[in-house]
């Protein structure tokens, strides 16, 4: 696969140490990801992928360490502020609001690019309204005949099945219009169709509307299949980092994968 | 035929009034409105000014505690400060009814924001305590700074006027409450279907989430706040000058918890709601009255145990409420209308 030219660094993790109590979480783990790629981060339970993650979004506060998104420290700011600077992510367990509707939900996701405020917003008439049903139709063509979501767009969330919450879940970081959409295991919970499905609107999400991808994936078919980098994790470190076919390879990783011998190959698609 | 609620698109479906059928009945219970203090009686009437200014206060506490999800044990205060405000404007600087109400809003707004602070940290039963501070600090000074409450002697205020015209009876001033319970109740309707409502409803459901999304939890909770404690304080100020006089006495704890009791009894999160808890809250003990009264005529040896039976059956209301539709008198109303859009169809 040829790459574009300009290889951009949009993301880059600079020697992140975080722990918990005594429990070193993440040792020193630095990476960079590029811009309009799919960045996929693996390893086994309790690497701290999901920490890594939780510090870009700032849920977690490093011991040390710097993330510089687009030329800004970001480790500076509060949770609400990355939003803004075109930040989205989805979660291991799905981070909902689970007693609204789908649409709702997805409205929300939108809510850093509107501009109604409480008096316009209380007297709904003019800009309000515009705005209101311009997002209304955006939302429906772009996102909720894209993520293929017309069926429940008025079920109200909780009453849905993990793998539609996930889908859910995906629209409404969408709706954010994000740079980079930070994805927590989007596929977990899912039968094959579904998990193709998913893997098919991740790639359509970064080709054609041009937005970075991490990935945090178990099912080592759809990170192979589709990531154009994968980093490996394991106990906090860094073992790992290439291009799928490389990081298949990589002794290391195999390794990190072998207390569960069996597993390997399929585990990594080997 | 219509045996569904179909919609042509999804733009009819972000309509307020979603269907012709909605309208109407709304225009009808309009005309009620109108038509009613032509029909009833200066009793009566006193009863309707007096669910109004409920129902003002009742959607207030209901965007701060059933949309937002911040209990608040502050209402009856940030009342007494939008009354005070107006009663303290209008009697000693000269300032118009109208000005006064509208300014009563913002004090009680601010006075909102400030009690709203410990929001940030803490949430619940302990938000519950910090809102009660409230009570202690306004209470107190409306008690205390006698220089401009007059204490407990209370301030005589005079019924608003235009031009010669003066509000002082209880069908007149019907208007005036009938015209900013509409206005009121509209701008909670809207604002909750727009940016801010969703944001506040967000915060309710998942604060990590809302975050993500880019909502600043400490602004929106005090502009929650705010724009609670300004229903409360322009609820406050209507009523007092209803009464034509406010003392401490008008405020007290109690009054919070009926305010809650409302909310929980109509619905949490849900404007119609509130209108049906005031309703609630202010007609039943009336019902309960004029029912013990008849009592009393036919056995008036039961007299002595009438009182204390009507606060229990009262009582006993709002629990069954609470157990048999913990959503509310809003749930029931949603379940009667479904029932009747789609009848005589309803499969
Ligand atoms: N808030 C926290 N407090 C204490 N320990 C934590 C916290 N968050 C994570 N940990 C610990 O950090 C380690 C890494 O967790 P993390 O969730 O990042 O792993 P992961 O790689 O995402 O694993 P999985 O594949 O199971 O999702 C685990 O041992 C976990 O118990
Ligand atoms: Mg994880």
Request: charged share 20%.
């Amino acid at each position: 696969m040829t790459q574009p030219v300009a290889e951009e660094i949009q993301l880059q993790v600079e020697e992140i140490h975080l722990s918990f109590g005594g429990l070193k979480v993440l040792a020193g783990v630095s990476t960079s990801v590029k811009k309009g790629e799919i960045f996929s981060i693996i390893g086994p339970n309790g690497a701290g992928k999901t920490s890594l993650l939780n510090c870009i979004n700032r849920f977690y506060t490093p011991d040390r360490g710097k993330i510089i998104f687009e030329g800004q420290n970001i480790l500076k700011l509060k949770p609400h502020q990355l939003a803004a600077l075109g930040i989205a992510r989805t979660f291991q367990n799905v981070e909902l609001f689970k007693h609204m509707t789908v649409v709702d939900n997805i409205k929300l996701g939108h809510h850093v690019h509107l501009r109604s405020g409480f008096l316009s917003g209380g007297i709904y008439y003019g800009k309000t309204r515009r705005e209101e049903m311009a997002l209304r139709k955006e939302i429906e063509e772009r996102i909720v005949d894209f993520l293929e979501i017309e069926q429940i767009r008025k079920s109200v969330v909780h009453t849905l099945p993990f793998g539609l919450q996930k889908r859910v879940e995906l629209a409404r970081a969408l709706a954010m219009k994000p740079k980079i959409l930070l994805l927590d295991e989007p596929a977990t919970g899912m039968n094959l169709e579904e998990t193709e499905d998913i893997a098919r609107f991740i790639l359509d999400i970064n080709e054609e509307w041009g937005v970075t991808i991490i990935l945090i994936e178990h099912d080592m078919g759809v990170v192979m299949d589709i990531s154009d980098r994968v980093c490996v994790l394991d106990f906090g470190v860094k073992i790992a980092e290439g291009e799928p076919a490389e990081v298949r390879q990589n002794e290391q990783v195999i390794k990190a994968y072998l207390g569960q011998v069996d597993l390997t190959y399929s585990r990594l698609g080997a | 035929m219509r045996c569904g609620d179909f919609k042509e698109n999804y733009i009819d479906d972000e309509e307020i009034f979603p269907s012709p059928f909605t309208k109407f009945w709304l225009a009808l219970f309009l005309i009620f409105l109108i038509a009613f203090p032509f029909m009833a009686n200066a009793h009566l009437l006193y009863i309707a000014n007096m669910i109004g200014f409920a129902v003002i206060g009742a959607v207030g506490l209901n965007l701060l505690t059933g949309f937002t999800g911040q209990i608040s044990l502050g209402h009856a205060a940030f009342i007494g400060v939008g009354a005070y405000t107006s009663a303290i404007l209008v009697t000693r600087y000269g300032i118009s009814f109208w000005l006064s109400i509208p300014l009563s809003g913002l004090v009680s707004a601010l006075a909102g924001m400030v009690i709203g602070i410990p929001s940030l940290r803490v949430k619940g039963l302990y938000l519950c305590i910090a809102t009660l501070a409230a009570q202690f600090i306004f209470g107190f000074t409306f008690v205390h700074w006698e220089s401009m409450t007059k204490g407990i002697t209370g301030i005589h205020i005079p019924p608003p006027a235009v031009g010669s015209f003066q509000f002082d009876t209880e069908k007149s001033f019907y208007w005036i409450t009938l015209l900013f319970v509409i206005l009121g109740v509209g701008y909670a309707r809207n604002l909750v279907r727009s940016k801010m409502g969703r944001a506040f409803v967000a915060i309710r459901d998942r604060d990590l989430a809302a975050e993500i999304m880019g909502i600043n939890l400490f602004r929106y909770k005090l502009s929650a706040f705010a724009i609670s404690s300004f229903y409360a304080g322009v609820a406050g100020a209507l009523w007092v000058s209803f009464l034509k006089v406010v003392t401490p006495e008008h405020f007290p704890f109690i009054l919070c918890i009926q305010y809650l009791a409302m909310v929980i009894v109509g619905g949490l999160g849900s404007v119609i709601g509130s209108i049906f808890g005031a309703v609630f809250m202010t007609l039943i003990p009336e019902i309960l009255n004029v029912l013990s009264d008849m009592v009393k005529s036919y056995a008036p040896g039961m007299a002595k145990m009438i009182i204390p039976f009507k606060q229990v059956v009262f009582g006993s209301m709002i629990v069954g409420f609470l157990i048999f539709e913990p959503r509310g008198l809003a749930e029931i109303w949603s379940r009667i209308k479904k029932f009747f859009t789609l009848w005589p169809f309803s499969y």
